[in-house]
């Protein structure tokens, strides 16, 4: 297993512009979950997928974000319009099955931090 | 509502010397339970999952405890070094799914190890 991926590390963009983060997960790993984090913060959830299909959204993730994962592999969020308060650690996180399966890890990736100026 | 409180919210101790950091749920039907260490600017890293069968579960020096009674958990950390500087995060499942694909996540334990 090479780990979960993400990608870009860092990005620091305009107010107003458009931004996508990768994510590459633990091959076969069938749930694929998105989070927000800010500084001394706990993860927030923002949704999450098992295989192609969405399952959930958060209401945090307002009809300026949206989640895909075409083929059941890799995923993409994408911001619209950023703002000063999307500025904030993006992570993703994958797992084989469902969280509440006994002894069931999940795996995250190191995070794309935003800056939006 | 599912939720999940840790405490204390930040420590600093010397290096060396152990700690114990808390959490207590809400979380039902419970499933699991998790620790993560997320260091400054990376991703959380497992440390440890924990059943309702299980009562503790060691990762070299840190050691999670589980009472499923009273809804606590903890995690110890024994002869702390510097590298144990983070967050600790406690994460817990419920059985049934549900929102959030049924993960609560608490906010963290900021741990400073001072040489």
């Known amino acids: 297993d090479t780990g979960v991926s993400q990608d870009p590390r860092h990005k620091i963009t305009k107010r107003g512009q458009n931004v996508t983060f990768r994510c590459d997960p633990i091959?076969?790993?069938?749930?694929l979950y998105w989070y927000r984090q800010t500084l001394g913060q706990g993860p927030e959830f923002l949704t999450y997928f098992q295989n192609e299909a969405q399952l959930e959204k958060s209401r945090l993730l307002s009809d300026r974000f949206s989640a895909e994962r075409p083929k059941g592999s890799f995923s993409t969020l994408e911001i619209q319009r950023t703002e000063q308060g999307d500025s904030a650690m993006y992570l993703c996180?994958?797992?084989?099955?469902?969280?509440?399966?006994?002894?069931?890890?999940?795996?995250f990736g190191e995070g794309s931090w935003l800056t939006v100026v | 509502k599912n939720q999940v409180e840790q405490s204390p919210q930040s420590l600093i101790i010397l290096e060396g010397k152990n700690c114990t950091l808390q959490c207590n749920y809400t979380v039902s039907p419970f499933s699991n339970l998790r620790w993560y260490k997320q260091d400054t600017g990376r991703g959380p890293v497992s440390l440890t999952i924990m059943t309702f069968s299980e009562n503790t579960k060691s990762n070299g020096r840190y050691t999670a405890t589980l009472d499923a009674d009273t809804k606590q958990s903890s995690l110890h950390i024994t002869a702390s070094q510097l590298s144990d500087s983070a967050s600790y995060i406690c994460?817990?499942?419920?059985?049934?799914?549900?929102?959030?694909?049924?993960?609560?996540f608490g906010k963290g334990t900021h741990l400073i190890i001072q040489p």
């Open positions: 994460v817990v499942s419920a059985m049934t799914g549900g929102g959030a694909d049924g993960l609560t």
């Open positions: 996180a994958s797992s084989p099955r469902a969280a509440g399966s006994s002894g069931n890890t999940i795996y």
């Open positions: 091959s076969e790993h069938n749930r």
